[in-house]
């Protein structure tokens, strides 16, 4: 397949998943508005500078995608400098953990802007300029935990099935326009999101990095292995392909078996 012409914009690129899928991306053509935090100017010129050597047409956009302003500045951004938007990956989130009763209001409120509410700021506005094309791609990072619950992530597991229903909605309100909407729901992947929850295992029990990966995988993931943020890439190229042209308001899972037990 060739995406050579198409524009993506991928929020929360500048690492893990969402990097994996911005290049998947751009190996086939697309170019891409490069979203999401950097350690400093120089990760992000980096991070251009891998994509530029890929030959697409690139920029960066640093919206903090629970603010609606900076995201239509994203999207309008990307529409007049690459001259549309047909691909938009909602993938840029954050965890917290703690139970219930602890679990500090503010940041309660961070975690649904930033995976909930940004999706919703995105879509209403690329939806429009990809229904004028006639084509367009709207694929939603949601998780495992956007179908199935787990202890101590009330925000993300509720922003994520958020997702999922907001996905469902957006899939319904374009059947029939050549615009899809879908979500991707993946399992444990080896970012620096997780790496913090491995980090807090190995903390309360005195384990290795090693020890306590294994204890994350072995509670949830059936696989016992992580997915990989290219493997996640490669479902995102098969659902901007024409064989996913019927495909819409689907959640797909991509878990080592999480969700089926
Ligand atoms: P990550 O921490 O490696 O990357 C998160 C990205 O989002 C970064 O680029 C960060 O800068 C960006 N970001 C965070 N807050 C932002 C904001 N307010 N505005 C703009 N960008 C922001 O994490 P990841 O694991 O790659 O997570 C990516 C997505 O995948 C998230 O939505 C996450 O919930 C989801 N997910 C991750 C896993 C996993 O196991 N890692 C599993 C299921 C779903």
Redesign the pocket.
């Known amino acids: 397949m060739t995406l050579k012409g198409k524009t993506a914009v991928v929020?929360?690129?500048?690492?893990?998943?969402?990097h994996g899928i911005a290049l998947a991306l751009a190996e086939q053509g697309a170019n891409v508005m490069l979203?999401?935090?950097g350690d400093s100017p120089e990760t992000i010129e980096q991070l251009k500078a891998e994509f530029t050597a890929l030959g697409v047409g690139v920029d960066y956009s640093p919206?903090?995608?629970?603010n609606p302003t900076q995201v239509e500045d994203m999207i309008k951004t990307a529409a007049s400098k690459f001259g549309s938007v047909d691909i938009l990956i909602n993938?840029?989130?954050?965890?917290f953990v703690a139970p219930i009763e602890a679990f500090p209001v503010e940041k309660w409120n961070a975690v649904i802007a930033?995976?909930l509410s940004s999706v919703f700021y995105s879509t209403r506005v690329a939806a429009p300029l990809m229904k004028a094309k006639g084509w367009g791609r709207i694929i939603n990072?949601a998780?495992?935990h956007g179908l199935v619950a787990s202890v101590q992530k009330a925000a993300y597991v509720s922003a994520k099935h958020g997702v999922v229903g907001l996905t469902k909605v957006t899939g319904l309100e374009l059947a029939g326009t050549g615009v899809t909407c879908n979500a991707i729901c993946?399992?444990?992947?080896l970012?620096?999101?997780?790496q913090k929850q491995i980090d807090a295992i190995a903390a309360r029990e005195g384990l290795s990095n090693q020890e306590a990966s294994v204890k994350l995988l072995e509670e949830k993931q059936p696989s016992k292995q992580f997915v990989t943020p290219e493997q996640i890439g490669k479902l995102v190229l098969f659902l901007c392909s024409d064989g996913a042209d019927q495909i819409t308001g689907s959640a797909y899972s991509i878990d080592g078996g999480w969700v089926a037990r």
């Open positions: 929020t929360g690129s500048s690492s893990g998943i969402g979203n999401g935090f919206a903090d995608v629970g993938n840029a989130g954050i965890q930033t995976n990072t998780s495992a993946p399992g444990w992947v970012t620096p999101l997780v």
